[in-house]
């Protein structure tokens, strides 16, 4: 794909055929979310031998599996006979999956097969295949690559793809703030039971795009939410993020060869908000103090905050509230599908526990008074953006173009002087349109080296 | 006719008006009136539907409470909802939507104490709200839905709304309407 | 000492032959391809490799019960 003419980030010009275009989005089946590392879910959703969670990747249905050594798997849920979806329940537990259609079944602990997901029964055998079918070659396929990474599990099918460390560089210390409970201790949270998915009319690029650095629709967006107060109180009202006031020349950080990016920088970070109720108000002062001493002993960066996004296609908010992450997976051009976990301490008071969950509920999904807004404005900018005339035109990049910085704590990224900035979205485009040029890993990797 | 019955009668007659009248009031979108009819404690949960085995049916709703839902609150945030609307900034409602609820399939479940004085009503229903938004986006929420009324001297209001939505997937961009 | 029945729930059966696989001097196939029990009953040193056929069912054809 020749992708100068579509993407033009060191001037701030991106086409808009990449947001509607049918070819563009089966492209990107192939070279974006077939080689890539994709979050799937969380360790706390399958604790147990034979547990499973009913995934996705891209737009394909994947089972999250946890075997009887412990061990977590992915694999494609689509029978290797006639693809039929083995497993249509959302979770569960089993020791196997077997075929509703002609009753090939697989191992999902591993405990009568070599590797969970082999197959390990097949009806006539021995009458119908002579007992010639080599079972272990007609397993479901599984990912080529996982992690786990503090608890959020990871994979690939692209063997060649660069291991996760690498993959993700200096993001990891958004990863290790959601993935770390409010006092700073990685791998100790877990998710609240039910994964709220939804469809909405819009690529799936606008979603990411959202939470990587785009603080710029922050104020228009978001000003009714703001003018009514959703969030906890306490000293600086009840704006959404709470204690929202963080100075105006902290950057904004991105990832020019990863595609990574979030409002802001590793190394600073105000605080936990201040809670209208005196005792949770103490409750995550002392957990702010907590944090800041593990992080010190540790070696960590203090910052790392805020919303972001892992590139392609997994966001979070990192450290602060909500605790959670999206993962907006594609389902056509002008359509995705967006899947939210929320995220909790594994060890809070029952009404700290509470509070949260009300708050992340009338925060985000499609009931959530701030995520409502943002839905508007992806599905009427995609649909407006289908017709001819309008394709002819690209958007418009260039906010804080030239501005940016090495960082001043991590040695793969770059900084925003200003905290407006699209200097994320180009990097994330950056990375994008080298995925989309390239065959192959190796040939990404060179053509990032070149740079 | 007994009077028993008599009484029942008058009373389900009394509570199907009661939800068209809020039906109403929704449609018309005269939100504050109908907060109005919202208890200060009042229950308002959408939990969410999850497919799971046949034989294990306990677990095919999230739990209003402790997991995840599509709502789980109560008045107050009605109340930051409808203020959001009323800024004329909430631009998922802005232009408005046009939204009708239906509802139908009531039966009464339980009255508290007795149909002559009730005070607490258990209704039950069907609910069907159609919603059309800007030109040809339209959405469709269909499912069940269990209420309880309180009886006060301002007439019937609702305690506590617990929605079951036919849907696991949700098939909507968001849930800006009020059920 | 009980001894341990065992029992194929013939329309359940698919032919998989995991049983055969698992304990051939338990169970065979017939010339319907359905799986068949070779004696009435075991002695309960069998029960670990007769709960293990069990596990490899997927049909879940076989039933394991004390006598």
Same mark, same amino acid.
């Given at each position: 794909m020749n992708d100068r003419h579509l993407v033009d980030p060191d001037n701030g010009v991106i086409s808009r055929e990449i947001f509607v275009s049918d070819e563009v989005?089966?492209?990107?089946?192939?070279?974006?979310?077939?080689?890539?590392?994709?979050?799937?879910?969380?360790?706390?959703?399958i604790p147990t031998t034979g547990d499973f969670f009913n995934s996705r990747?891209?737009?394909e249905s994947v089972l999250l599996t946890r075997d009887t050594d412990g061990e977590i798997h992915a694999l494609l849920n689509s029978c290797r006979h006639r693809g039929m979806k083995v497993c249509r329940y959302d979770e569960g537990n089993t020791h196997d999956f077997v075929c509703p259609y002609h009753g090939w079944s697989y191992s999902t602990d591993g405990t009568l097969v070599a590797t969970a997901g082999e197959l390990f029964g097949v009806p006539h055998y021995r009458a119908g295949y002579g007992g010639n079918l080599d079972r272990s070659q007609w397993g479901l396929v599984p990912t080529a690559q996982l992690v786990n990474h503090?608890?959020?599990? /990871?994979?690939?099918?692209?063997?060649?793809?660069?291991?996760?460390? =690498?993959y993700i560089g200096g993001f990891r210390h958004w990863l290790d703030n959601l993935a770390a409970s409010t006092a700073g201790e990685r791998g100790r949270v877990k998710v609240f039971r039910g994964v709220q998915k939804w469809r909405i009319r819009s690529n799936w690029k606008f979603v990411s795009e959202n939470f990587l650095g785009d603080n710029y629709h922050g104020p228009t967006s978001h000003s009714s939410v703001d003018a009514v107060g959703i969030g906890p109180g306490g000293k600086h009202a009840a704006t959404r993020h709470g204690d929202n006031k963080r100075p105006r020349s902290v950057a904004s950080?991105? /990832?020019?060869?990863?595609?990574?990016?979030?409002? =802001? =920088?590793a190394g600073y970070a105000w605080g936990y908000p201040s809670f209208a109720e005196p005792e949770i108000d103490a409750f995550f002062q002392r957990r702010w103090r907590q944090r800041l001493e593990r992080l010190e002993a540790e070696g960590r960066?203090?910052?790392? /905050?805020?919303?972001?996004?892992?590139?392609?296609?997994?966001s979070l908010h990192a450290g602060g509230f909500p605790r959670a992450l999206i993962v907006a997976h594609p389902v056509g051009p002008t359509e995705t599908e967006v899947w939210r976990w929320y995220l909790i301490d594994d060890d809070l008071p029952a009404e700290v526990e509470s509070w949260l969950r009300h708050w992340y509920l009338r925060y985000s999904g499609p009931a959530g008074l701030v995520e409502q807004d943002d839905m508007e404005n992806w599905d009427y900018a995609t649909e407006a953006s289908t017709g001819t005339i309008a394709r002819r035109y690209p958007y418009n990049y260039q906010l804080g173009l030239h501005m940016a910085t090495p960082s001043e704590d991590l040695d793969d990224a770059v900084e925003s002087s200003y905290f407006m900035t699209e200097e994320n979205a180009r990097n994330y485009y950056r990375r994008w349109s080298s995925l989309m040029s390239s065959t192959s890993w190796a040939e990404i990797e060179e053509r990032t080296g070149r740079r | 006719m007994s009077e028993q019955r008599l009484a029942e009668l008058l009373l389900k007659e009394e509570i199907v008006e009661f939800?068209?009248?809020e039906a109403d009031l929704l449609d018309e979108r005269r939100f504050d009136e109908w907060l109005d009819l919202l208890e200060d404690d009042l229950e308002y949960a959408m939990p969410m539907r999850l497919n799971v085995r046949h034989d294990e049916a306990?677990?095919? #709703? #999230?739990?209003?409470g402790d997991e995840v839902c599509w709502f789980d609150e109560g008045k107050s945030t009605l109340a930051k909802r409808v203020e959001q609307i009323q800024t004329g900034q909430h631009w998922a409602e802005e232009p408005a939507s046009r939204v009708s609820h239906l509802v139908s399939n009531v039966r009464i479940r339980s009255v508290d104490p007795d149909p002559f004085e009730p005070a607490e009503v258990e209704v039950g229903c069907r609910f069907l709200v159609y919603r059309n938004r800007v030109a040809a986006e339209t959405d469709l929420w269909v499912g069940r839905r269990t209420d309880v009324l309180r009886a006060t001297p301002d007439g019937w209001r609702l305690r506590r709304r617990h929605l079951l939505l036919d849907q696991n997937v949700l098939l909507a961009k968001n849930l800006t309407v009020l059920f | 000492m009980t001894r341990l029945r065992v029992e194929v729930l013939r329309d359940r059966c698919a032919g998989y032959a995991n049983c055969v696989d698992t304990a051939p001097d338990v169970f065979d196939l017939d010339e319907h391809d359905i799986a068949v029990v070779g004696a009435e009953d075991y002695p309960q040193d069998q029960r670990g490799v007769l709960e293990r056929a069990v596990r490899r069912c997927p049909p879940k054809a076989i039933v394991v019960t004390d006598s």
């Open positions: 989005f089966d492209e990107e089946l192939e070279r974006i979310f077939a080689r890539t590392w994709l979050f799937l879910g969380h360790e706390s959703q990747m891209g737009t503090h608890g959020l599990i /990871f994979a690939t099918w692209d063997p060649e793809a660069p291991p996760f460390d =690498t950080t991105s /990832f020019p060869d990863l595609g990574h990016g979030g409002v =802001t =920088t960066p203090i910052g790392a /905050f805020g919303p972001s996004t892992l590139f392609p296609s997994m | 939800l068209h009248h306990n677990r095919e #709703t #999230t739990r209003p | -």
